[in-house]
Structure formats: C-alpha cells, structure tokens
C-alpha cells in the first residue's frame, strides 16, 4: 500500500464526469478530496489523497489521462522558486507547522509533508517565490 | 602597532593582506587576543542583504529627436519623478506601479534594468519652444541609457527593532506578517556581521569610503536620513536602538540583478533588497575590538507594531543571539523568531567582497569626511490653521 496527493485537473467536457468513481470501482482505490472547484471556465481541479497497491495507482492515473484529465504528483500545495528564494526567512515567520524553517546555515527548508496549506506564505513573501500549485 | 590605509593598500596590491569576514575574526580574536590579531588582520568584511525602502535610481535616456522635456514619466507602468531637467528622472523603490499596484514597483523596474531587460518607457509633456515633443512611447534598456545610478538615501541602519504584535488582529507591516496576540517576533539583521554594527562609532565609514553596493563597487556619498548617532549605547558604544544609517552611491550598470532584487511587503508596499558590503580596515586594537563583537552582546527591543503611535510601547530587550535562537521569552511565553533579512545572501557578499580584496581588483578608500555623532532625530509637529 502506498498513499499519494495527485492533483487532477479536468477539461471542461469531462466536468460532471464521475471519473473518480472509476479508481474506486476498478482500481479499489481509497481517496480523500482534499480540495475541489470548478473555474469560471468549467474546468475542474482536484486534488486527492489516493491510497492503495502501487501497480493500481499507476493504472488509475493511466486511466485518468486516456480520458484527457491532467494528472500531477503534488507533494505540497504550495511550491518555492529557489531561483527567486533568497532565504530571508519572513515566510517561516507565519508558518505555525514549521513546514518552512530556517537551516542552521540560514537557508531555507520547505518540508513539504508537514505543510497544513493555510497559504499564509504565499502572501508573507517578499520575493513572490512562493506560490499556490492550486 | 597603528597600520594606515595607505599601508593596507600597499600589502593588497601586493596580494599580502589578511583578509576575514566579521564572523571568522571573532574566533580569531578570541584565539590570538585583540593585540596579536590586530596585527595579523589588516581588512574585515562586513555585509548585509536585506530589504531597504530608501532606495532608487537616477536615470538619464538621452534625447529623442525632436526632444521632449518629459513631465509625466512611467517605466513598466511606474510612475517616475518629472521634476528635475528634460530627461533625467529618478525612480523611487517603493513606487507602485499603476496596473500592478505593489506586486510590481519601482524595486522591481531596477532590478530589471540591471537585468538587461527592456523597459516601457512612455513621457507625456506641455511642449516648449525648445522641447517641442509632447508624447513619447518607447523601450529601452539600462546599457541604452547615458547615466544610471542608484542614489539611496537611507541603507544599512545600524541597528533596528525586532517587532512583535499585541493586539487580536494579524497586522500586514514592513517589519513582515505579525501574527495576533503576540504569535510571532520578526527581526531584520545581519547581527555580527552587519556593517555599521561592527563599526559602531563610524571611526572608519564616512563619506567617500569604497563598498560593495550591488555587486558593484560604490561609495558611501552622505550620512543617511534619520541619522541618529545620539541614540542609546552600551558602555563599549554599540548602539542598543536604530542608529546611523547610510546614503549609498553606485553605478547600476555594474551592478548584479542578484544583489538587488524588487519586494513585496503584503499590505504595505514595494521595497527593494539591497546588498551592501563594507570593508573595515584594521587600523588599530580598538577597531579591532570593534569587530570581534558577537552577536550575544548586540541588543535591540521587541517592540509593539499594533500600537498605531510613533513611539510604539517596548516589551523586551533582547540580544541578537537570542533572537537567533528561533524563540524568545516574553512574559513566561516561548514566542517563536524569524528573520526578515538574509545572512545566507550577506555572508555570500561579504565572501566576495573578501575575493575582490585578496585579488587586488578592490582597494580601501579613507573617507574624506567623518560623519558627526551626537546627531539626533526630530518628528513632525503637526501645526494647525489653515495660513501663517
């Protein structure tokens, strides 16, 4: 068994399609949604928690993209340029999980599975080098 | 054994100078005493990369055929200042732009010149017998520009107030995002390893003194706004609240868009972070007593950014060590440190800056003038009647 945060985004013809029902039903896998919306434009973004046997999760995300849904591995929601990052530190000021700190050598460290996405970063960037991935 | 500037120059050019950075001389000093290491040490480092409101550039576009004398400037959509002759113009950091508000302001157009990108430059004007031109719309680049210098007039405080929030409500200021009932400190330092830190009574940065300044080599042209040398001091002279402060000077096109980079303060502006490195010639024992200070003997105050006076309450006098240590203690609660300045990025510019002098490519420049002490602040009194 293995746990993995997909991020699925749907083309505006495959809203409405209960597709996710297909990885539960045919590759018997558990799922959290752990965010959901649909755009101005009818294209809808999930983003999941899968649970199950790895070669099942494969051929979940195999089915996911034969049917034109885009699938991305997410560690975290929110992800940092280190090209723009130039580890000043006010983004582990609001960061209560320490999911983003300071290494002894004052760079920074996102630990990304302790991330509770509150988002607070994204804004407490001087740099803008933090952003939503959703 | 006193050594001159003209000595240490001589032993640069000769690629024979020792040369530290602030945080390597302290274990130096402490192993060989300060008169042994006076000797041995003939230049320090310092540096700081932090983000600097007081900052901007002088620019001159040359002239169009036919010229305009430019009134209303924007460059990528900022407003710059029209006053001054036809086409010269400065650029304030903290200028937000007009269709991007704060996300983009007059930091980020900088950095961008020193990038080499181009730049939307359009000017509006009333038209003159001898500027006949009205309008113009055009992009450019910093290598196409005659001069472009930045002229800040406030870098490097010696010294600034850590900051904390008392209130319920989470504040958005430029000492970064406070959270409500005292949920974070924020600090901005280079602590041991700041400039005007390690020289605290100015004995060797005045006006003309050589600095990295954007990965250039610039000067220090003036003492900087607020200068406030008559602020509280320890006993050895190191200042315990925001002190002297510098106006710096540099070429833009030698500068490096890495060391100055365009910010963003949430709710509160545009800034611009700045690299700044200064040299310290190890003149005497006092200098060098000078700099082997730690960062458990710099103090600064944790003070309450929710109370909307000027002269905000303070809770705690703290040391730069303990702010460093990621919590501090305050009325029995652990209240958890962060930094706002980088000494990742400072310790890289005072690593080069070091490169610079041991190559014999940057000399030590005395200053020509030393900057006054005692010099205190005043506030604006706010007068009422409508003439006078």
Redesign the interface.
């Known amino acids: 068994m293995m746990t993995k945060k997909i991020l699925l985004s749907f083309p505006q013809k495959s809203a409405g399609q209960p597709m996710a029902m297909e990885l539960i039903k045919t590759y018997h896998l558990d799922f959290n949604i752990l965010k959901a919306f649909i755009d101005d434009n009818i294209k809808g973004t999930l983003l999941l928690e899968i649970k199950g046997e790895e070669a099942d999760i494969e051929a979940g995300i195999v089915f996911l993209r034969q049917n034109q849904i885009g699938v991305k591995d997410i560690q975290s929601v929110v992800e940092v340029d280190e090209n723009k990052c130039v580890s000043c530190g006010a983004c582990t000021a609001v960061c209560a999980v320490g999911a983003l700190e300071m290494t002894a050598d004052w760079s920074l460290v996102h630990h990304d599975d302790k991330c509770l996405e509150c988002m607070l970063c994204v804004k407490a960037c001087p740099m803008r080098a933090i952003h939503a991935v959703i | 054994m006193a050594k001159s500037y003209q000595e240490i120059n001589e032993k640069i050019a000769r690629g024979e100078a020792v040369v530290v950075t602030a945080e390597e001389v302290i274990g130096i000093v402490k192993e060989r005493g300060v008169k042994e290491a006076a000797e041995y040490v003939d230049v320090v480092t310092t540096a700081t990369?932090?983000?600097m409101c007081s900052s901007g550039a002088f620019l001159n576009f040359g002239h169009s055929d036919p010229p305009i004398r430019m009134g209303e400037i924007t460059i990528n959509g900022v407003e710059a200042y029209g006053g001054l002759a036809a086409v010269d113009t400065y650029l304030g950091a903290t200028q937000p732009s007009k269709d991007r508000g704060i996300?983009y302001g007059g930091a980020h157009v900088i950095h961008d010149l020193i990038a080499g990108k181009e730049v939307h430059l359009v000017a509006k004007s009333q038209g003159t017998d001898c500027y006949p031109r009205t309008e113009l719309d055009t992009w450019v680049k910093l290598e196409d520009l005659n001069e472009a210098y930045l002229f800040n007039p406030r870098n490097v405080y010696q010294n600034y107030n850590a900051a904390i929030n008392g209130s319920s409500q989470r504040l958005y200021t430029y000492m970064?995002?406070?959270?409500p009932n005292m949920g974070?400190i924020?600090y901005s330092t280079a602590g041991e390893l700041s400039p005007l830190l390690n020289d605290p009574l100015l004995k060797t940065i005045g006006m003309g003194t050589r600095i990295f300044f954007g990965g250039a080599q610039g000067h220090v042209s003036w003492m900087g706004t607020q200068f406030n040398t008559a602020c509280p001091r320890d006993d050895k002279g190191y200042p315990q609240t925001p002190g002297a402060t510098l106006a710096l000077i540099g070429n833009m096109k030698e500068m490096d868009p890495k060391y100055i980079?365009g910010?963003?303060?949430?709710g509160y502006g545009a800034?611009m972070?700045v690299g700044v490195g200064i040299p310290i010639p190890i003149l005497n024992e006092e200098i060098m007593a000078f700099v082997a200070v730690e960062n458990k003997d710099l103090y600064t105050n944790v003070i309450d950014y929710s109370v909307p006076k000027k002269a905000k309450p303070t809770l705690k006098k703290v040391s730069y060590a303990e702010l460093r240590s990621g919590s501090v203690d305050i009325n029995g609660k652990s209240i958890?440190t962060?930094?706002?300045?980088?000494?990742?990025?400072a310790?890289e510019i005072a690593e080069e800056l070091n490169n610079w002098i041991k190559k014999g490519d940057f000399f030590l420049q005395e200053p020509i003038q030393s900057f006054p002490m005692g010099n205190s602040l005043k506030g604006l009194e706010i007068k009422e009647g409508e003439s006078r």
Request: proline residues 7%; aromatic residues 12%; glycine residues 8%.
């Open positions: 990369f932090g983000p996300e970064g995002i406070l959270q974070n924020t980079r910010a963003v303060y949430e800034s972070f958890k962060s930094p706002l300045s980088s000494l990742k990025m310790r």
